[in-house]
T-cell receptor, first 112, second 112 residues
């Protein structure tokens, strides 16, 4: 079975630009969560979606937004990019959100 | 606010030298404690879920245990391929998002 997939793998953007990251969960999983991981730190929770509804968000500014589609795939959008947004963005899927979360390989975003 | 503290930050062992990694946590109500392994530039790989104090789980050379305030990841006779960063995370019970709160990880190096 295919695991969680994310695209693109790497991305380089300029300050002030907008970026869209994509995630496809494991087949049968209905919940997707997004995390930001800065070098040397553990992942930090950004959003969780379950059955296309936002279930919660972490302590991130409104420049960050997300949505989940009817096929349970998800997009993370970040507006007005800052240098500090450079990080590995991880998507995790789970059956319901309240059990084990399985991570994708991540998207490495570099903001210059 | 949920908090996870992992120690040590880094650990260097000789092949075959057993040791333990510590994860101390503070959470309003624990739904689950998770251990992940992360290789450089990749997404975290799920290892274990622990739900209640006294619970233990094993997988190959790894054994995870849980008390009311901390969890240990015991590594028995490690091999060089066990080198990685080991992350601990908690999921709080109650309403709201099921996002995970992670520690910063323990960077483990096993020397041949």
């Amino acid at each position: 079975d295919a695991g969680v997939t994310q695209s693109p793998t790497h991305l380089i953007k300029t300050r002030g630009q907008h970026v869209t990251l994509r995630c496809s969960p494991i087949s049968g999983h209905k919940s997707v969560s997004w995390y930001q991981q800065v070098l040397g730190q553990g992942p930090q929770f950004i959003f969780q979606y379950y059955e296309k509804e936002e279930r919660g968000r972490g302590n991130f500014p409104d420049r960050f937004s997300a949505r989940q589609f009817p096929n349970y795939s998800s997009e993370l959008n970040v507006n007005a990019l800052l240098l500090g947004d450079s990080a590995l963005y991880l998507c995790a899927s789970s059956l319901t959100g309240a059990v084990e979360q399985y991570f994708g390989p991540g998207t490495r975003l570099t903001v210059t | 606010e949920d908090q996870v503290t992992q120690s040590p930050e880094a650990l260097r062992l000789q092949e075959g030298e057993s040791s333990s990694l510590n994860c101390s946590y503070t959470v309003s109500g624990l739904r689950g404690l998770f251990w992940y392994r992360q290789d450089p530039g990749k997404g975290p790989e799920f290892l274990f879920t622990l739900y209640s104090a006294g619970e233990e789980k094993e997988k190959e050379r790894l054994k995870a245990t849980l008390t009311k305030k901390e969890s240990f990841l015991h590594i028995t006779a490690p091999k060089p391929e066990d080198s990685a960063t080991y992350l601990c995370a908690v999921q709080a019970s109650g309403g709201g998002a099921d996002g995970l709160t992670f520690g910063k990880g323990t960077h483990l190096i096993i020397q041949p």
